[in-house]
C-alpha cells in the first residue's frame, strides 16, 4: 500500500513476493528510483516496523512518506 | 483493548457542529475549564501560486490505533473530563476548519497543557497526508512546520 506522494509515483498498490522487508525496498528502489529520495515509514500489517523484518504470503506493507496532518 | 473512537469525517468541520460540542458539556458541571484548537487552512502563496484547497487522506486504520494509544497516554498524564478530537479527510477549501482538538477539565492547567501536546502529536504521529491544491489545479504534498 502506497499513501502521499508515493501515491503518485507508484501508482497503484502492488504485489510483490520478497522475503523481507529490505528485499522489497531493494527491489521498489531498483523500479522506482525516485523512492530513494523520500524518507519512508514502513508499516507491517499496521506495525510501524524500525529494521529489516521477514515478510511471509500476503502481509500487507505499508509505505508512507513523511506524515502532513493536521 | 480499550475502544477505538472515529476521529476522521469526510468534509470540513463546521462551526455549527463545534458550537454544538460545546453545548453538550453544558450537563457536565465538575468541568471547570475547556481548551479548544482549531487547525484552518491557510491560503500560503507559494511561487505565486496561491492554495485554495488542501487534500487529506490517511491510513485510517492505522491512524485510529495510534490515536487510541495518544488518548491513552495523555489521560493518564493529564487529569481530564473528557476530549473529542476531530480531523477532516478529503478536500478543505482555504479558510475552512480541518482540525479541531477539545479537552475539558476541572481545573485550567490539564486542559490546556493536554490539548497542545495532543495537537503536536497528532502532527508528528498519524499517517495522514496533505495534498495543497494551488488555484490553478496544480498541486503539491504538504510538509509539516513545528
Redesign the interface.
Known sequence: ?A???LKEILLSDLNIDAESTDKLMENLYAEFPMLSHLKL?I?VN?K?ISGNTKLESNDIV?L??????? | MNKVKKIFQNSAISPRSIAESIARHASKTDIGAHQIFLGQIRSDVIENKKVKAIEYTAYEDLALNKMTEIREDIFAKYQLTCMHIYHSLGVVHAGEICLFVFTSSKHRNDATLACSEVVERIKNELPIWGREIFEDDTHQWKTNVF
Open positions: 500500500m499513501f502521499g506522494r515509514r508499516a499496521q510501524i505499508a508512507m512518506p513523511p506524515y502532513s496532518g493536521g
